[in-house]
């Protein structure tokens, strides 16, 4: 089985997510979204980046010109 590919045009997320470590710079983060870091983990996800001209969803999400 693959994992599923998530494609993010936020590096930092990705950077979040890939390194498992707990900083204190995170610490604002509630702990359900570190779930996220689990998948990763067992690799039933993988992320990866795309620049934002080319993510699709950001479409929806922010208004036109």
């Excluded at 890939?18 to 779930?35: G, P, V």
């Excluded at 795309?50 to 208004?63: E, G, L």
Aim: charge should be positive.
């Amino acid at each position: 089985k693959l994992p599923t590919t998530i494609y993010c045009n936020y590096q930092t997320t990705i950077v979040l997510v890939k390194n498992l470590e707990y900083h204190h710079r995170t610490k604002h983060i509630d702990m359900k979204y570190f779930s996220i870091r689990k998948c990763y983990k067992n690799q039933t996800m993988d992320f990866q980046y795309i620049h934002t001209t080319n993510q699709i969803a950001n479409m929806v999400t922010k208004p036109p010109p």
